[in-house]
């Protein structure tokens, strides 16, 4: 696993949107996977000001969403297809007919879910997929206990969940209890992980997914199975990490390394 320490989250933003540029110069047509939530807010304005101004080309791109809360219609202001038109897809060139973001309103949550794992299957699998960590360690809605090669499918919340993500609702009994999410399984699939970590709420999370052990308490210490997995992480939440200077040495030395 790969650790960016970035001094703040500005500059990890750029870092990860550097990233996409990367995969999409090698791969025009790439399928990424997005992720929602206050952390990628930075990396989706960095990536339409890279469209816009530098011509960053969505036109053959497909995504993926991670996740979706149940019940809530697509214009909830609080849903995250919602969202992602808010923030990302109606500020570039992506074609509608390539989003695919899991259904909140299916009437069928288990055969959407196998859909979606198909379509992704169908779309030659994920290239890059982009996630953010919950305060309990979460990757997608993938909460404590969840096994670790699950697949898309209905998920309850955790209370820690609900409550971390109140400050977007209401009220606090307007918080779906129920999301549909890929599962563990599906994200080790993709071919690339970049998992981003803002802020002192984070730290511990983090030290526990990049340096704890591998296990269902903390699913996103799942990408510790995967050959291809880079954090960013600002120094806020990097505080808690052991080898914290360790992984700053790597990237400091990462231009002079051989190349493979
Ligand atoms: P956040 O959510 O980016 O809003 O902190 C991350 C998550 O719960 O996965």
């Not at 992506?94 to 299916?106: A, D, E, K, L, R």
């Not at 990408?223 to 052991?242: F, G, K, P």
């Not at 992984?247 to 493979?260: C, H, M």
Request: with cysteine; net charge negative; aromatic share 8%.
């Amino acid at each position: 696993m790969e650790v960016i320490i970035q001094q703040d989250y500005e500059r990890l933003s750029r870092v990860a949107a550097a990233l996409v540029v990367e995969v999409l110069n090698a791969k025009p047509n790439a399928v990424l996977g997005m992720a929602t939530g206050s952390t990628p807010l930075g990396l989706y304005q960095e990536l339409v000001r890279l469209h816009k101004q530098e011509q960053l080309d969505f036109s053959r791109v497909t995504t993926f969403n991670l996740d979706e809360y149940v019940g809530l219609p697509v214009n909830h202001p609080q849903s995250y297809h919602y969202f992602m038109h808010q923030h990302f897809f109606q500020h570039v060139n992506i074609q509608p007919q390539n989003i695919n973001i899991p259904s909140g309103t299916t009437s069928n949550y288990r055969s959407f879910c196998a859909w979606y794992e198909q379509r992704i299957a169908e779309c030659g699998g994920i290239d890059l997929q982009f996630l953010g960590i919950g305060s309990d360690g979460h990757i997608a809605f993938n909460e404590p206990t969840s096994s670790l090669s699950s697949r898309t499918r209905l998920k309850t919340l955790a209370k820690q969940t609900i409550d971390d993500n109140a400050r977007f609702f209401d009220r606090p009994e307007d918080v779906p209890v129920y999301a549909i999410t890929m599962g563990v399984g599906t994200i080790l699939d993709a071919r690339k992980l970049i998992l981003l970590a803002s802020g002192k709420a984070k730290a511990k999370a983090i030290a526990q997914t990049v340096e704890g052990p591998i296990t269902s308490m903390v699913t996103a210490s799942a990408i510790q199975l995967h050959r291809d997995a880079t954090v960013i992480v600002d120094e806020a939440a990097a505080s808690e990490l052991q080898m914290h200077d360790y992984y700053e040495f790597i990237y400091a030395a990462k231009p002079a390394a051989p190349k493979t």
